[in-house]
């Protein structure tokens, strides 16, 4: 029963009450689909803006700090949906921290390893992503 707008007593028609997916998700459509191409195209978008603002050095520093830090997560975090929730949520309070003290670098490449993680949630999907993410840290790996 649902207290509160609906009155007291009022149940909700059994098409609202199911899965805990479609309650929370079935309300404002499929994201999944969305946030697939955002990932997708997102991750090109990081990279060009790295090339194009920034020097090959600082670049080279944003490709070298996503794959160490992909790195990082795969030995900490198990290869599971848990252990990729807590390394999105890790990853998310460091971007926070590189943004407040304004570390260009940092910033750019725990974005680029929050659209890595990311990708890898939603899984074949998002390949390309992951594809171009690889692509780029492979061009750098050279420069360590």
């Known amino acids: 029963m649902v207290l ?3 009155g007291v007593g009022y149940s909700l028609p059994r098409y609202i009450i199911g899965r805990e997916e479609e309650i929370m998700f079935g309300l404002f ?3 999944s689909e969305k946030e697939i191409k955002q990932l997708n195209k997102d991750a090109q978008v990081i990279i060009d803006h790295a090339r194009q603002t920034f020097r090959a050095e600082l670049v080279r520093d944003i490709a070298l700090q996503s794959g160490e830090h992909l790195g990082r997560a795969r030995k900490v975090f198990e290869p599971n949906p848990i252990g990729l929730k807590r390394a999105i949520d890790d990853y998310k309070r460091l971007h926070q921290e590189a943004r407040r003290q304004r570390q260009d ?3 750019s490449a725990f974005t680029l390893v929050l659209i890595y993680l990311r990708s890898e949630q939603q899984g074949e999907p998002c390949q390309p ?8 840290i492979a061009e750098w790996a050279h420069a360590e």
Request: a negative charge; aromatic letters at 6%.
């Open 4 to 6: 509160g707008v609906l």
């Open 29 to 31: 459509g499929d994201k």
């Open 105 to 107: 670098v940092l910033l």
């Open 129 to 136: 992503a992951r594809d171009i993410i690889d692509g780029f």
